[in-house]
């Protein structure tokens, strides 16, 4: 009777093998899907900066409407949320929060008069350089 009572008792559990099996496995998966899905959130990052200089060439087209002219390079984009110096036919703000960075965190270039018409409004992508592939990839308004 001790000895059925043993084998009634034995503890079930994974063995090491099993377990170094099921981590390969997980492993594998991991390393299919993760470059899938961090290939996905750079491509999401440039059309939300794609976006971004849409809606302010909109909010810089309210203000030529205003104003006769774009915001020079000095004024810079905060001429679309606070009223430049002496500018009485200012009627802003055109944005209703205050000018975003790209999503990479760094402030949009904005030029006017522009190289490639009457403002140059850009971004330098996730590298901040100039040029560039993908992700690193200028994102302009023209």
Known sequence: MGRKNMLIHKQRGFTLLELLVVLVVLGLLAGIV???YFGQLGRSEVKVASAQIEGLAK???LYRLDMGRYPSTEQGLNALVIAPNN???WGGPYLQKQV???PW???YIYRSPG???D???LSLGKDGQPGGDNENADI???
């Open 100 to 102: 975003p960075q790209d």
């Open 59 to 61: 909010a810089l087209d």
């Open 34 to 36: 993760a470059p899938k």
């Open 115 to 117: 190289e490639y018409g």
């Open 87 to 89: 500018e009485l036919k």
């Open 140 to 142: 302009v308004s023209w």
């Open 105 to 107: 965190g760094i402030s």
């Open 119 to 121: 403002y140059d409004l």
